[in-house]
T-cell receptor, first 110, second 113 residues
Framework: DSGVTQTPKHLITATGQRVTLRCSPRSGDLSVYWYQQSLDQGLQFLIQYYNGEERAKGNILERFSAQQFPDLHSELNLSSLELGDSALYFC?????????FGPGTRLTVL | AQSVTQLGSHVSVSEGALVLLRCNYSSSVPPYLFWYVQYPNQGLQLLLKYTSAATLVKGINGFEAEFKKSETSFHLTKPSAHMRDAAEYFCAVSESNDYKLSFGAGTTVTVRA
């Protein structure tokens, strides 16, 4: 158990819909990272927050957004969902150089 | 920008045999290097990391990796494979300015009895 929690574990929705994925980092970790794992793209970095501020952005679509709240939990919002957004979404947290990953949320878009 | 290449998408070994997973990286600055393992339907678990200290790094479950700057490599080894080592292994690199990880494509290890 890494200490990073993610909810929900599974999410099934339809094209065009909007969903919110939630992540609670390890106690004391100020950084939260979001990654997408899909069969065709592999593991890709989406976005990083540090103590409530956006720190780095990767291959994140404009339809996706994230935020980190004062209690340091983070949410990833995915809107206008497409079939290709079906993937495993991971959150990770860190103090400095080492990231610890949550169990992931499996999103299925039908 | 950093990137990682993992040679071999699938490796099959006999129980008790050496496990060798290859990883080469590119980075414009001294890198931080990691190996993560993913068991079926689970998240990523950190096996070991290199952050510019000793070049031979020991991790959990009997795994170790050696950082070779001249070869830009960070290969993962385990002397004797066990059935529980069957999983997917990812090599990753990050840089000190933002720590975001760039992952290789992964290597799936199967262990034959």
């Amino acid at each position: 158990d890494s200490g990073v929690t993610q909810t929900p574990k599974h999410l099934i929705t339809a094209t065009g819909q909007r969903v919110t994925l939630r992540c609670s980092p390890r106690s004391g970790d100020l950084s939260v990272y979001w990654y997408q794992q899909s069969l065709d793209q592999g593991l890709q970095f989406l976005i990083q927050y540090y103590n409530g501020e956006e720190r780095a952005k990767g291959n994140i679509l404009e339809r996706f957004s994230a935020q980190q709240f004062p209690d340091l939990h983070s949410e990833l919002n995915l809107s206008s969902l497409e079939l290709g957004d079906s993937a495993l979404y991971f959150c990770a947290s860190s103090v400095q150089d080492t990231q610890y990953f949550g169990p992931g949320t499996r999103l299925t878009v039908l | 920008a950093q990137s990682v290449t993992q040679l071999g998408s699938h490796v099959s070994v006999s129980e008790g045999a050496l496990v060798l997973l290859r990883c080469n990286y590119s980075s414009s600055v001294p890198p931080y290097l990691f190996w993560y393992v993913q068991y079926p339907n689970q998240g990523l678990q950190l096996l070991l990391k290199y952050t510019s200290a000793a070049t031979l790094v020991k991790g959990i479950n009997g795994f170790e990796a050696e950082f070779k700057k001249s070869e830009t490599s960070f290969h993962l080894t385990k002397p004797s494979a066990h059935m529980r080592d069957a999983a997917e292994y990812f090599c990753a690199v990050s840089e000190s300015n933002d720590y975001k990880l760039s992952f290789g494509a992964g290597t799936t290890v199967t262990v034959r009895a």
